[in-house]
């Protein structure tokens, strides 16, 4: 290689170098009114079959930035504009970290999702080696905020919760001493069960049995039966509802008394299908709250129908866990990611699903819980549970 | 103890269901020596047909009494299935006759993809249910509880039983289905048209499967177009644990395997002090079926009768 080329090959790389440097600088665009342009993602299924849910969130959360925006945003002296960067993770989890890397790639703030536990666990190593807050408005499964990133954060009640929740129910409202626990085996079905046993315990009851199916059987004679002889007051499943219904009919068959009580994977629709007359009194839990009784629900419902339709779901928790975000930047009164993120476990408001405030791991403090029983062939709400109350501040 | 009793009820009544579904391989095997895999798909069309029956007559306002919807649905999955089996038979089987072994069986193996994905377009992947027409009644029996419609399962699985085996053994027809069982060609030489006698035999067995597969739906309250799978593998495991190609080793196979499974499902956790969950029943049941393979590996009944049919 000869002196010249080598000259050429040092500028190619200076170069780079030099336009690598540019691009880790914060995006500098401006908007119409002077304003620096701020990107946050919004990442959930906008195809495939939970596509309505998806677009639900991504609603959510843009009609909190426009509303962000049409306040105005003055942070460290400087106005900014938000613009929301949604995308479609197709409720697949490699997907999901494809659309995360892309996420990172084009210097978002932070990123509001997904709207899977499956999407948001893997996409969380990502935004976390990036060091881009994530708050992901209905991801349920424990281990998204387990894994110890600093951040993931939640607005939606996790299944920890949930199970303290069902446990402490059974043990205290409906009085069981008793209890018979039966879980499918599943990642979901597993921590649930795992967490009422904690709770029913801790509450004063006594796990009588411990029984275990698989998420494709059909038959759970032969556990009910056994669960029988131990003459338990409440049997709790945990699992889905295509078990759920077949074993409470079988319950009944076999004439156990016990009530029959299950997580948000047997309050369904399908559920009472499947069950017919055999759902009668069954107890289900749900996470987060209906639209009726969430503290700004009427208010959002208006808001979010005039613009997108009817509310599928989780469009209230997208639209805090955008508000959240921002509050956090007024805190740091700044954009940067870094700045802001310590700032998150400082947040603390009123929003449309309730007091707002994360705990050390990013979960929600206080997550509600609803609780619903079956009554002439329809889930009726029995009652709102709240965990631990949000410190004062 | 009326626990154990229980236990004996739920896998006896399990148990039936797997006997007529095996006596479906068997007496496939006994004839042709081909596992017909498509068996299990039967079984679910039987259950879906019944219930696309008492979906159509018992919203309709139709008056009729619950039990007379379920005996029609009944009636229709046994006369579908019956055709099935026929066709099945004529279509994807006889063509292979001289053909190897080994074709046969990966044809089946097709078969039953083909009728798993027909009911997958047909029904579509939903869960279907059984809607509750049959009032259910509850007895005592000895601390345990058992069901009218478990008392009826169970009869009508062994009156079934009990027709086939005089069927096979007293009847003109059986001794031709024995006969061709023993040596095709042979008996093709005596008189016997053994392409009839095989087609019998399909239809026998398919419309023994649609019973089954209407007591499964009735029993557990709802049908699912990949319900015929597991089911199948019971069943098959149940024909091989009595001696496949033996009928009444088919059905005490059946009865065996529902009474193990429930068995083992109750009291494996006790019995291994909580290492082993009730979800190992599948297991605890495959477990004794290799135990009996090691010590008889032509299965409990087989060797012991000649006669296959």
Known sequence: ?393 | MDILTQQLINGLVLGSIYALVALGYTMVYGILELINFAHGEVTMFGAMICLAVIGALAGNGTGLDGGVIVLLGLLAAIAVCMAMGFLIERIAYRPLRRAPRLAALITAIGVSIVLQNLAMLIWGKQYVTFPPLLPLVRYELGGAIITNLQIFIMVLSCLLMAGLLVLVKHTRLGRAMRATAQAQDIAGLMGINTHTIISVTFVIGAALAAVAGVMVSAYYGLAHYYMGFMLGLKAFTAAVLGGIGNIAGAMLGGLLLGVIESLGAGYIGALTGGFLGSHYQDVFAFFVLILVLIARPSGLLGERVVERA
């Open chain 1, 1 to 393: 290689m000869n002196e010249r080329r080598m000259k050429w090959m040092l500028w190619i790389v200076v170069l780079a170098l030099g336009l690598t440097a540019c691009e880790k600088k914060p995006d500098a665009a401006t908007g119409a009114g002077g304003e620096t342009i701020v990107r946050i993602g919004s990442v959930s299924p906008l195809t495939g079959p939970q596509a309505h849910l998806g677009k639900d969130n991504a609603n959510g959360a843009r009609l909190a930035i426009d509303e962000i925006n049409a306040a105005g945003v003055t942070l460290g002296g400087k106005k900014f504009k938000f613009e929301l960067l949604a995308e479609d993770d197709q409720a697949d989890p490699r997907t999901a970290t494809v659309v995360a890397q892309k996420m990172v790639d084009q210097h978002v703030a932070g990123v509001l999702g997904h709207l899977n536990s499956g999407t948001s666990i893997p996409a969380s190593k990502i935004y976390a080696d990036a060091g881009i807050p994530q708050i992901s408005p209905s991801a349920t499964a424990i281990a998204y905020t387990a894994q110890g990133f600093k951040t993931a954060y939640r607005v939606m009640t996790n299944d920890l919760q949930q199970g303290k929740v069902l446990g402490e129910y059974a043990v205290m409202k409906l009085g069981a001493k008793r209890i018979a626990i039966i879980d499918d085996r599943t990642a979901y079905g597993q921590g649930l069960a795992d967490e009422v046993e904690k709770a029913a315990k801790a509450a004063g009851g006594e796990i009588v049995a411990r029984e275990f199916t698989t998420d494709r059987s059909t038959d759970f004679l032969a556990i009910l039966t056994s669960i029988k002889a131990k003459n338990p007051d409440v049997v709790f499943y945990g699992g889905m509802d295509a078990q759920g219904a077949p074993m409470v009919r079988q319950l009944h068959s076999l004439g156990l008394k016990a009530k029959f009580l299950g997580g948000d994977g047997v309050q369904t629709t399908e559920f009472l299908k499947l069950a017919g007359a055999d759902a009668e009194g069954v107890t289900g839990s749900s996470p987060g709250l209906p639209i009726d009784i969430m503290p700004g629900g009427k208010e959002f419902r208006e808001k979010f129908t005039a613009k997108y339709g009817a509310i599928q779901n989780y469009a209230p928790y997208a639209y805090d866990a955008a508000r959240a975000m921002v509050e956090a930047m007024k805190l740091a009164d700044s954009v940067d990611p870094k700045q802001y993120l310590a700032q998150l476990p400082r947040v603390q408001f009123t929003g449309v699903t309730g007091q707002i405030g994360f705990d050390e791991k990013g979960d929600i403090r206080g997550g509600a819980i609803t609780l619903y029983r079956v009554r002439n062939g329809k889930w009726e709400v029995l009652e709102t549970v709240r965990g631990e109350a949000p410190p004062a501040m």
